[in-house]
């Protein structure tokens, strides 16, 4: 596919979700912005407005209602991180299987990812903490691909700072770290200085959100909201640590009977996993969507 086609396409794909620009806010992100609003004032989340979400997601809604107090904000920013992952796909692609797999890929998502094919036209699912999850784990994986040729060692940093900031929207991407690290075996880069790079750089974002809290003396209230409280409330919602299990053992194929992005990408690792016997630098990709 020539770039003119390519890029016709993919302005074709973010044109269409235009329309969501006049849509309100979802129950999660007016949540969001009111924490980000609260920030602008000078407060603190946890202390002054609760949410259980870990604090990017609300500094990052204090970011965009700084810039722009609309309500159209929360759709913008969710179509120009849509362009951004686009992007990074393309280049990742590029740097992995040539120019026609890095269009591939970032068609196909800006496509299977355009939020209003889910109920109420996605209003409930734009700008969530996933959206910007998804722009720093690719941002991090690219850079980990592009390490395997020239300077390794800024580029294994600055995957870790993106990695880090991603857990700093959720806990539980921390996992990417792992799969990083399995990618950067699978293309034999992983080295004692590639683990201190990724460490280095992975502590920057948690640790100056920490600092910023426990300036303020508030870890306690940080800590409370969105470790004490998601644990029960995880221990209310599975039945136990079998249940745990079955529900990560059953998730993907039941999140893939829904949704066309989880399929095609589960297909794929398939593949990967199969092809992976010749060839490890394959098990990279499916490292990165087994930590998804």
């Known amino acids: 596919m020539n770039n003119r086609l390519f890029l016709a396409l993919a302005c074709v794909l973010l044109i269409v979700r235009l329309p969501s620009l006049v849509q309100p806010m979802g129950a999660d992100q007016g949540l969001y912005a009111y924490v980000g609003d609260r920030i602008l004032a000078g ?8 949410d259980q979400k870990p604090p990017a997601i609300h500094y990052t809604y204090a970011a965009l209602r700084a810039a722009w107090p609309s309500e159209a904000v929360i759709p913008l920013a969710d179509l120009a991180t849509a362009a951004l992952v686009a992007a990074l796909l393309h280049a990742l692609g590029g740097a992995l299987a ?8 970032a068609l ?10 889910w109920r109420l036209g996605g209003v409930a699912v734009r700008a969530q903490c996933e959206t910007f999850i998804a722009a720093l784990i690719t941002g991090a994986f690219l850079l ?16 870790g700072v993106l990695l880090g900031a991603a857990f700093a929207f959720k806990y539980n991407t921390v ?12 293309w034999g880069k992983l080295t004692r200085g590639s683990v201190v790079a990724l460490g280095a750089g992975f502590a920057v974002a948690p640790g100056a959100l920490l600092g910023l809290f426990a300036v303020r003396g508030a870890l306690r209230d940080l800590y409370a909201a969105t470790i004490t409280y998601n644990v029960q409330y995880s221990g209310e919602t599975y039945g136990g640590f079998l249940h745990a299990l079955t529900y990560l053992g059953t998730f993907p194929v039941r999140h893939a009977r829904v949704d066309s992005l989880w399929l095609l990408g589960g297909a ?12 490890r630098e394959r098990l990279a990709g499916p490292a990165w969507v087994a930590a998804a």
């Open 43 to 50: 407060e603190l989340p946890y202390r002054h407005a609760w």
């Open 98 to 105: 040539g120019q026609g797999a890095g269009q591939a890929a």
């Open 108 to 117: 196909l998502f800006l496509f299977l990812s355009d939020p209003s094919f």
């Open 144 to 159: 980990l691909a592009l390490s395997r040729t020239g300077p390794a060692g800024w580029k294994h940093l600055l995957a």
């Open 175 to 186: 996992v990417y770290l792992a799969a990083a690290l399995v990618a950067l075996w699978a």
């Open 268 to 279: 794929g690792c398939a593949v990967l996993l199969v092809a992976s016997f010749w060839k």
